[in-house]
């Protein structure tokens, strides 16, 4: 995907992981994230950093409140851990450790400050995606 939309050529002994796990290419301009659910997988590309998580909407649902929300359907319940898990991927931080650090009663707040990013969300059939980003749009193609 790289070289087809970007032109850039990379092997296996260019990809690096952050401390926490995030991959990325070293010397290279664009960043991207990477997400997977029962069986689906999602990449971001941007020229800024990017997170990206995607969720299958479960079948069952029992509402309880979740980043200072209490989702009314497993819909919003996957649209909210997804928001979460992207900014997150964002900042490349341990997923088990900063997810406790999301409040989203009131805006984005993260680790106690109040963050200006755009989330974009998707839905297709029962999955859903959300992309932390600070684009304001997204060019969005299936393989």
């Excluded at 664009?30 to 997170?51: D, E, L, M, Q, R």
């Excluded at 406790?100 to 998707?122: A, C, H, P, Q, R």
């Amino acid at each position: 995907l790289l070289k087809s939309e970007y032109g850039i050529t990379a092997t296996e002994f260019d990809l690096k992981k952050t401390e926490h796990g995030k991959p990325y290419i070293e010397n290279c301009p664009i960043h991207f994230s990477i997400t997977h659910s029962k069986g689906n997988i999602a990449i971001a590309f941007s020229k800024n950093n990017v997170g990206v998580d995607e969720e299958v909407v479960r079948d069952t649902f029992t509402a309880r409140q979740i980043f200072g929300v209490t989702p009314k359907d497993a819909t919003e319940y996957a649209l909210l851990f997804t928001k979460a898990e992207a900014l997150v991927k964002y900042y490349a931080s341990s997923i088990l450790l900063d997810l406790k650090k999301i409040d989203f009663s009131n805006g984005v707040i993260y680790n106690g400050e109040k963050i200006d990013l755009n989330f974009l969300t998707f839905k297709q059939d029962e999955l859903v995606i959300t992309v932390a980003t600070e684009e304001t749009s997204l060019f969005v193609t299936s393989l």
